[in-house]
C-alpha cells in the first residue's frame, strides 16, 4: 500500500512490469496494471509476488473503463504497442491493429475526467516521430492537448546506461507544465521538430549519461565449452559462411586475437537469402521479442582460435534490461525473451522518473507561467 502522500501510477501495456522496477525506485507507487497476455502476466507476478495487494487486470485495454481504475492516479504510463510504428513492422502508424491502442489508452483518460492523472507518460519507437510524415505524431500531441496535457517530446537511449543499443521516443504530458528550457540538449535531437500549433513544453533537464562504447562482455553468461547451448560445428560453419566478405574479415580478426572476446548478430535477408551480421563492437543490438527467427539476437564468442555461436540466453536480456536480477526460474526460453524484447529498459524508465516525472507529480518543477 502507498503511504501517505506517495504519488501513485497507473501501468497501461505493462507486460513483465520493467516499468514498475523503474519507476518504484523513484517514488510512485504502481497501484494498477494491465496487460493482454497471459505469459506476462505470470511473468511479473512470479517476479513481484504481491498478487492481492496490487491490481493486474488481464485483457485488452478496449475493453477497460475510467471506472477500473483507482482514484488520484499521480501517473499513467503507456508503453502502447510498436509493431505497426517500428521500421521493422509494416509502419501502419497509429490506425494500425496494434499502435491503435493508443486511442483505447486516451479513452480512458477522456473517461477519468477531472480525475485524470496530472501526469501521462508515453513510450515508443523513435519511428513514431516520422511515422506518415510526422502527422501520427502531431495526432498524438493533439489528443493530448484536447485532454487537457500540454506535451514534452524527447528520445532517450538505454545504451546510456546498459551496453545495449535501444533509442526510444517519450512524450511527457502534463497538465500544469514546467517552464520551457531553450537549451540544447541531447535529448531533443534536431530532427525532432514540432508543429507551432500544438500546445508543448521542454522541461529544463540534466545531461543523461554518455553513450556507452563497451559493456556486453561484461553482460555475457560465461558457459563451459562443453555446454549444449553452443552450436554445433556444422551449424556453426553454416553462420560463418553467411557472413559477407567483411562481415568474416572482422570476425577472423576476432578469431586470432589472444583473449575471447563477444559480440552479437542477427540474421538478415539479403537479395532472398538469409545471413548474418555481427555488430563491430562491445555493444548488444536492440532486443526484440522472439517471435520470428530474425528477431532472435546470437552471441558469438571469438578468439583464441575459436568461433563459438548461441542464442543469447534469458539471464542475458535481463541484464541488457537493466533487470539482472528478475525472476527466471521455470520459465521458457521463448517466454522469457518474449517478456523481455518489448519491454523498456528499467535504468531508462527511472532516470526519467527520478529527473522529471516525479518531480512534475509533486509540483517540484518551475511551472510555465499562466497566459
Not at 18 to 25: D, F, N, Y
Not at 84 to 89: H, P
Not at 247 to 256: F, N
Request: aromatic share 8%; glycine share 10%.
Amino acid at each position: 500500500m502507498p503511504e501517505p502522500g506517495q504519488p501513485t501510477a497507473a501501468e497501461f501495456f505493462a507486460g513483465i512490469g520493467l516499468v514498475r522496477l523503474g519507476l518504484e525506485p523513484a517514488g510512485f507507487d504502481v497501484a494498477w496494471s494491465n496487460d493482454i497476455e497471459p505469459a506476462k502476466q505470470a511473468m511479473y507476478e512470479a517476479h513481484f509476488n504481491d498478487r492481492g495487494a496490487r491490481e493486474y487486470v488481464l485483457g485488452d485495454v478496449a475493453a477497460l473503463r475510467g471506472t477500473d481504475l483507482p482514484a488520484g492516479l499521480s501517473l499513467a504510463w503507456a508503453s502502447f504497442p510498436c509493431t505497426d510504428l517500428s521500421l521493422a513492422g509494416w509502419r501502419r502508424g497509429l490506425a494500425g491493429s496494434h499502435s491503435s491502442t493508443f486511442w483505447e489508452f486516451t479513452r480512458i483518460l477522456d473517461e477519468l475526467g477531472p480525475d485524470r492523472p496530472p501526469v501521462v507518460a508515453l513510450e515508443n519507437v523513435v519511428g513514431l516521430a516520422t511515422s506518415h510524415g510526422g502527422d501520427d505524431l502531431r495526432a498524438a500531441i493533439r489528443e493530448l492537448n484536447r485532454l487537457g496535457y500540454s506535451a514534452d517530446v524527447l528520445t532517450l537511449d538505454a545504451r546510456r546506461f546498459v551496453p545495449q543499443s535501444r533509442p526510444r521516443l517519450f512524450i511527457v504530458g502534463a497538465q500544469n507544465p514546467p517552464s520551457d528550457s531553450p537549451a540544447p540538449s541531447p535529448l531533443r535531437p534536431p530532427w525532432l521538430a514540432l508543429d507551432p500549433s500544438l500546445r508543448t513544453h521542454r522541461a529544463a533537464l540534466p545531461a543523461p549519461p554518455p553513450l556507452l562504447v563497451t559493456g556486453l562482455s561484461a553482460a555475457v553468461e560465461r558457459l563451459s565449452a562443453d555446454d549444449e547451448r553452443w552450436w554445433n560445428p556444422p551449424r556453426t560453419s553454416g553462420f560463418i559462411g553467411s557472413l559477407s566478405p567483411l562481415q568474416l574479415e572482422r570476425l577472423t580478426q576476432l578469431q586470432a586475437g589472444k583473449k575471447l572476446v563477444y559480440r552479437t548478430a542477427y540474421r538478415r535477408t539479403r537479395n532472398g537469402k538469409p545471413v548474418w551480421e555481427v555488430r563491430p563492437d562491445d555493444i548488444s543490438g536492440c532486443l526484440r521479442t522472439a517471435r520470428g527467427g530474425s528477431s532472435k539476437q546470437a552471441v558469438v564468442q571469438a578468439g583464441r582460435g575459436s568461433v563459438r555461436v548461441r542464442w543469447m540466453t534469458p539471464r542475458e536480456y535481463a541484464r541488457l534490461m537493466g533487470a539482472g536480477k528478475y525472476a527466471l526460474d521455470g520459465l521458457r526460453n521463448n517466454q522469457a525473451l518474449f517478456g523481455f524484447g518489448d519491454a523498456v529498459c528499467v535504468p531508462v524508465v527511472r532516470w526519467l522518473s527520478e529527473n522529471y516525472l516525479m518531480p512534475l507529480a509533486r509540483g517540484e518543477m518551475s511551472l510555465e507561467a499562466a497566459g
